[in-house]
């Protein structure tokens, strides 16, 4: 199989796509729940709140090749908020790293798939869970990149709450130091963290100005329009001289009626009887894509 890498359609041309991404979407949503509450135990709020941020990497502007991860010349994923590895683990099933029977087995001791991201996993670039570190694993290895003359792209996600920490800002400060042009940060802000709204733990204030402050470029979007996310990783593909963040604007649970921005559906599985209601919703919202 050759790589998979079709990113150079203009957005107005892949309408028909994007239909088919917003379904995948909720495809992957329902292998959450599933995988989850079949485990019994894990993060369910922020797995369902980077679904369409994967989808956009994943499904269009990551250069990799899933029967070759280790190919060398594959743009890097840090999922760096790593306890909603239940995404990112559903996604990378879907393009082929794993068998999607394998989700089925997460948390089980026998199973490599465990609660936060595990290097070794087909896919999953370096290990996480201790937040604040992926922006620091992305400036070593776009600084290597730069010194391979390598024109590869380094993607790292994190959480909004995730950017309390304070590893987080001296990453933020080198990438910019070195004007590492070849790192895109995205942060999914969906105003929630482990127990409560991230403005009440710790007010960052503006995401925009502190990061524009930190020597970045900013793009803000809607981290749940698939059309719109795949523009902003066009523009931050262009964008040169600096790191480039993108913030997307969240919502932790999305999908979800009762899930939605609910801070105690953290670290919560959903029960037989939720799994099953969560399910009736998102059958809905297939049908309404259509
Ligand atoms: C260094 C570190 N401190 C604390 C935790 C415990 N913890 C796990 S998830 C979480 C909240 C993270 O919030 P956010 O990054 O916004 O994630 P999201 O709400 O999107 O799931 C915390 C504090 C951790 N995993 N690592």
Redesign the pocket.
Same mark, same amino acid.
């Given at each position: 199989m050759g790589i998979i890498y079709y990113k150079l359609k203009k957005v107005e041309e892949m309408q028909s796509d994007i239909k088919t991404l917003k379904k995948k979407a909720v495809e992957i949503r329902k292998d959450i729940l599933k995988m989850l509450m079949i485990a019994g135990s894990g993060?369910t709020? +922020? !797995?369902l709140?980077?679904v369409d941020i994967l989808i956009a990497l994943y499904y269009n502007e990551l250069k990799h090749d899933p029967k070759n991860p280790g190919m060398k010349d594959r743009d890097r994923f840090l999922l760096s908020?790593?306890?909603?590895c239940p995404a990112l683990y559903a996604v990378l099933a879907d393009r082929g790293y794993f068998p999607r029977e394998e989700l089925w087995r997460l948390r089980k001791l026998v199973s490599p798939l465990q609660g936060h991201a595990q290097k070794g996993i087909p896919g999953v670039e370096a290990s996480s +869970? !201790?937040?604040?570190q992926g922006l620091s694993i992305a400036n070593g290895i776009a600084l290597a990149a730069s010194l391979d003359h390598s024109d590869i792209r380094i993607y790292c996600l994190?959480?909004?709450?995730?950017?309390?920490?304070g590893q987080v800002w001296e990453a933020a400060m080198t990438a910019a130091h070195y004007k590492l042009d070849n790192v895109c940060a995205v942060i999914?802000l969906?105003g929630?963290?482990?127990d409560g709204f991230?403005c009440e733990i710790k007010d960052m204030g503006s995401y925009v100005n502190k990061w524009n402050d930190f020597g970045w470029h900013v793009i803000e979007t809607d981290g749940h329009d698939i059309a719109k996310l795949i523009e902003a990783f066009d523009k931050a593909r262009k964008l040169k001289g600096k790191p480039t963040v993108i913030i997307a604007h969240t919502i932790?649970g999305k999908g979800v009626s009762f899930v939605e921005n609910k801070a105690e559906w953290?670290?919560i599985a959903p029960k037989k009887e939720e799994y099953e209601r969560a399910c009736v919703e998102l059958d809905a919202e297939l049908v309404k894509i259509g």
């Open positions: 993060h709020g +922020g !797995s709140s980077i908020k790593g306890h909603a +869970g !201790s937040l604040g994190m959480g909004d709450g995730e950017t309390n920490e999914d969906n929630l963290q482990i991230c932790k953290h670290g």
